[in-house]
């Protein structure tokens, strides 16, 4: 249990430490009106007490990945606990602090709109529909599990597809009623469910960590096939949530529009994603030490889904009165992601479309396709729908990374804190694209039988990242000659 307390100091040094550093190098002034000040509508623009909105940040981003993708990441060995610590704490949490700092300064604006005032008016066509279409497949992924979680914990005729209707009909409330009204009631519920998971789960640990092995133990990639599964790109894949996730660059803008005072964005922002990454930490050791190690978590996860596994760490080592309240918690980390995500889809749309949202007609014009889409989608294959989404969801993180890097060049700060992760990222997600099953290779693969090999796959990411830094250099060496010039005349 060493290598595991260890993990938890330095996540919560990263945030005592790297955090400041990050919050100085943005400029943080307490002094300058939010945008709730300037733009309150009592739908969205909502101003609210500082640790709701913590409450609501952590919940909406705490969705399957540092429960579920912790779980089945940890299998690729004990880089996932290395991944989850430094990818929070330089990644993560830099990711979705200052995607919230640039919301509050451009006057709550969505992320598709950030992201194309820094990259340009082509990429912010694409992030539009790319955001959007991301909203839906979060909102249908979240259904599933906690439907699965309800079924178990609930007479047989309350069944899978009862509380598949149920949480889809929560979304949709929470989707159109005034953020204050619904979500604003019931998270601090389900946050004080969600902490009771964690804090039990981490007071179990430490009384049967004696099964858990080191992180400098058995230091290889223990999944079943770990050529069809290399720890790069794939760990940096299936971990996301836990480390970073352009999905939460998304929810930021959301509490943006609330916040009264800068002063309060590192704790909110920087703060939910390390608590995140403790949720995470916390999970991935549970998985290993319940089950007695890496070989017999393959087995349990080989057996059934990662949601009785889930239910079987809770209630064994809570009990049953205290792992029912765990399973609470665990089923509210998704549910609470699915709505905002919905929510969040009707802003993007609103944004793009200079729709107001402030009557109800307004926002069911916005709202209902969006539902209807989202529906339909839900029919998928689970499997697919998953898999697409850990795509999606890293590469947003990528444009996100990239336009937060130019908009610190723009203003002279240093860049360097966005550019390291922009680079590693776009590595991950290009080499994942062309070496994942469902990624180029299938398509090359079925037109002329040839898939890329690893070696391929790593190259070709490396180089395009290689171009897109070089690209990057390139702006920011005519952006000084500019500044130079004006600075002259």
């Known amino acids: 249990m060493f290598s595991f307390t260890l993990a938890l100091i330095l996540l919560v040094a990263g945030y005592a430490i790297y955090s400041r550093i990050v919050a100085r190098i943005f400029g943080e002034d307490p002094s300058r009106p939010t945008p709730v000040t300037t733009h309150a509508d009592g739908v969205d623009f909502v101003p609210l007490p500082s640790w709701k909105i913590f409450l609501i940040q952590f919940l909406n981003i705490a969705g399957l990945g540092p429960i579920f993708g912790a779980i089945m990441g940890v299998m690729f060995g004990p880089a996932a606990f290395l991944w989850i610590v430094f990818g929070t704490i330089f990644a993560g949490a830099v990711h979705d602090y200052l995607s919230g700092m640039l919301s509050l300064r451009r006057d709550g604006g ?139 660059a998304t929810q930021s803008p959301m509490m943006a529009r609330c916040l009264k005072n800068e002063r309060h964005a590192r704790p909110i922002f920087y703060g939910a994603m390390v608590t995140e990454g403790v949720v995470a930490l916390i999970w991935a050791a549970a998985a290993i030490t319940f089950t007695g190690g890496y070989t017999q978590l393959q087995e349990a996860l080989g057996n059934g889904s990662p949601a009785i596994l889930v239910n079987d760490i809770s209630v064994g080592w809570l009990g049953h009165a205290g792992g029912i309240l765990a399973i609470l918690g665990v089923i509210a980390a998704p549910i609470t992601s699915g709505d905002t995500a919905l929510r969040s889809a009707r802003l993007i749309a609103a944004d793009f479309m200079g729709f107001s949202q402030k009557g109800i007609g307004k926002r069911l014009i916005i709202s209902v396709p969006i539902f209807v889409l989202c529906f339909v989608v839900m029919l998928m294959p689970y499997d697919a729908l998953w898999r697409y989404f850990a795509w999606c969801n890293q590469m947003l993180a990528v444009f996100t990374l990239w336009a937060l890097t130019v908009y610190l060049a723009k203003e002279g700060r240093f860049y360097w804190i966005t550019l390291l992760p922009a680079m590693f990222m776009t590595a991950v997600t290009m080499t994942y694209i062309v070496f994942a099953p469902e990624g180029i290779g299938a398509i090359t693969d079925k037109m002329w039988g040839i898939t890329p090999s690893y070696e391929i796959s790593v190259g070709t990411g490396l180089a395009i990242t290689a171009i897109l830094t070089g690209l990057f250099f390139r702006w920011n060496s005519r952006l000084k000659i500019l500044k130079g010039e004006i600075l002259n005349a």
């Open 110 to 248: 969505s992320l598709p709109e950030l992201v194309g005032a820094e990259l340009g008016g082509g990429i912010k066509k694409l992030m539009r529909v790319f955001a959007l279409l991301l909203m839906i497949l979060v909102g249908a992924v979240f259904v599933y599990n906690p439907a699965d979680l309800l079924a178990m914990l609930t007479p047989d005729h309350l069944d899978k597809m009862f509380w598949i209707v149920v949480i889809f009909a929560y979304y949709m409330l929470a989707t159109l009623l005034p953020i204050d009204k619904l979500i604003g009631k019931l998270y601090p519920l389900f946050g004080i469910a969600l902490l009771f998971m964690a804090v039990g789960i981490m007071v179990a640990l430490y009384l049967h960590g004696n099964a858990m092995p080191e992180i400098w133990d058995e230091f290889y990639n223990h999944k079943a096939d770990p050529e069809a599964q290399p720890i790069f790109p794939m760990m940096f894949v299936s971990i996301a949530c836990g480390a970073i996730s352009g999905f939460h």
